[in-house]
């Protein structure tokens, strides 16, 4: 790489810790780590904002220039160091609505949203009677000895009707029939999970949407994206629901089963469904309103709490 007029930035993605006794760095953002020799530490320390190879040599006149040159193609390798107008620094500046909270909350999400990266070819069995060789699992029940008791009353009886009927049938499925979803059901689901279902007075912002699912601060920061295979009256592509309209936006036609299964961590099932919901959060909707990064939990929260509904 030619080092002249190229300007240079130290990742904002970057945490150090120790590890078998030595320092390491890490790109949360990009995965890449490496062991931080004594040199690195101080160029990136000069890397605040974007300067040219020269002015980082310069700024350190105790190493040599070439050293320095050598550092720096090993930091842009590494993804430590950004390059001006490259496709690392776009995508960082993509993660400003990050930066209101702590390092914790954006290093948590980002270095664990990746998925497996080839298929899952476990055979769940032998998995884990191979995990129960090594300890015993944890009991599923928790109990406090030699407390006091109360008794409940046997709630049979009041077991009928659609909720607890819905309620106590509901399993997982990951084998789908040759059937098509209708549009007619697709429109139920979306009006009932994530459609606008009433506006609320809130202090101080006025009139707010709310929904079937609760919402910390009735930010409501989630998106669904439909990826539609079989859906009878609706050609296969990615789709965006607008909850106020109830009505989806086409933002891309086309088959996209075998991405729906790479989306998934490669689970190959995926790809047999009619429609696969992905919910995505507008992060800056809760950053708005909460400046602290616990708020993160609450998107997680929200998200058990839409795929509950559904
Ligand atoms: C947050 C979450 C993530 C899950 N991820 C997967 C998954 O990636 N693949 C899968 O086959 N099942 C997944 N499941 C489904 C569980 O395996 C399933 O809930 C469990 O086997 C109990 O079965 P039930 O849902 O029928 O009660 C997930 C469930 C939850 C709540």
């Not at 090993?74 to 620094?89: D, K």
């Not at 049979?156 to 819905?166: A, C, F, I, K």
Request: proline content about 5%; some cysteine.
């Amino acid at each position: 790489m030619k080092s002249r007029g190229i300007l240079v930035k130290r990742s904002n993605c970057l945490v150090f810790f120790f590890h078998d006794g030595a320092l390491h760095c890490k790109n949360y953002l990009t995965g890449k780590e490496f062991e931080a020799s004594p040199l690195l530490v101080p160029i990136l320390g000069k890397l605040d904002g974007w300067r040219g190879f020269r002015g980082v040599e310069r700024l350190l006149p105790e190493y040599s220039p070439a050293s320095i040159r050598q550092s720096l193609r090993r930091l842009i390798a590494s993804t430590a160091v950004l390059v001006r107008g490259g496709s690392q620094a776009k995508r960082e500046s993509a993660l400003s609505a990050w930066q209101t909270w702590g390092v914790e909350a954006r290093f948590f999400h980002l270095a664990t949203k990746n998925t497996h990266t080839a298929p899952i070819t476990v055979d769940e069995a032998r998995f884990n009677r191979a995990l129960k060789r090594r300890e015993p699992p944890p009991p599923s029940l928790k109990r406090y000895f030699a407390r006091a008791r109360v008794h409940l009353p046997d709630p049979t009886s009041q077991l009928h009707g659609q909720l607890p009927e819905v309620l106590l049938s509901r399993r997982t499925h990951r084998h789908f029939g040759a059937g098509r979803v209708s549009l007619e059901q697709l429109s139920i689901l979306l009006r009932l999970t994530w459609g606008f279902t009433n506006h609320i007075h809130w202090p101080g912002l006025g009139s707010l949407p709310v929904k079937t699912s609760p919402s910390g601060g009735a930010r409501h920061s989630l998106e669904v994206y439909l990826w539609c295979s079989h859906v009878k009256g609706l050609s296969p592509g990615i789709y965006h629901y607008r909850p106020d309209r109830h009505e989806l936006e086409l933002l891309k036609a086309g088959r996209i089963a075998e991405q729906m299964a790479r989306l998934c961590g490669h689970q190959e099932w995926v790809q047999d469904c009619s429609v696969l919901f992905v919910m995505t959060t507008v992060l800056a909707r809760v950053t708005w309103r909460y400046r602290f990064s616990r708020a993160y939990r609450v998107i997680l929260l929200e998200a058990g709490h839409f795929g509950q509904t559904f």
